[in-house]
Every structure is written in structure tokens, then in C-alpha cells.
């Protein structure tokens, strides 16, 4: 099993989640967060006041997939959540040694 995490831009997320619907994903896990890469952030102006934002929001995506499963999730979630400018994201794979549902017991792919 792989979970997959992938920081991506808030205007692409209702797009990454309709087509990761649509390749078999049955759960994922959201959260609002903040960051800079190359990008460094940003200034933007307020009443008439420029001000640097160091900190870009972000959406972080998280998805638990069956090895097979990983390149069409992955494939699909940079499809979509690419813009071609700068900040569009990442997304990072890591190995998971061991799921549990916490309701019925169940391990691994049964419990994903």
C-alpha cells in the first residue's frame, strides 16, 4: 500500500477530487495548510499597503491506495492539478507498512 500526499492549489481541488472519484478512489483527507517552495510567497496590496505573504496557502491531499492502484491515482491527481504556473504542487509517494479500520479490525487492503 502507498500513501500518497500532494500539496496542491485550492482553485484545483473540486477538479482533482471529481477525477480521483472517477478512477476508483474511495476516501481522501483534506487540510488547509501553508508553505512556500520556490516560489517564496508573494506580495500583495492591501488598503493601499504592500505586504509580503511568506506563506501560500495550500490544499494538502491524502490518499491511500493499493500498489496497483498508484500510477492512475497519481497520474490523475497531476492531470488535474496542473496549471502550468508556478506553485501548482507537488506530490510525495511513501510505503505504508500496516492499515488498520479502527471499526471492525480489519488490515491492509481490506481495511483501505
Request: no cysteine; proline share 1%.
Amino acid at each position: 500500500m502507498k500513501k500518497i500526499e500532494a500539496l496542491i492549489r485550492h482553485v484545483t481541488i473540486d477538479t482533482v477530487r471529481e477525477a480521483l472519484t472517477t478512477v476508483g478512489v474511495k476516501g481522501m483527507t483534506l487540510t488547509e495548510v501553508r508553505g512556500f517552495g520556490r516560489q517564496k510567497g508573494h506580495t500583495e496590496i492591501f488598503r493601499g499597503s504592500e505586504y509580503a505573504v511568506n506563506f501560500v496557502p495550500k490544499i494538502k491531499l491524502e490518499v491511500v491506495v493499493s500498489d496497483d492502484e498508484l500510477d492512475a491515482v497519481v497520474a490523475e491527481i497531476v492531470r488535474t492539478a496542473r496549471t502550468g504556473q508556478v506553485g501548482d504542487g507537488k506530490v510525495f509517494v511513501s510505503e505504508l507498512t500496516e492499515v488498520i479500520r479502527i471499526r471492525t479490525g480489519q488490515r491492509g487492503d481490506d481495511a483501505v
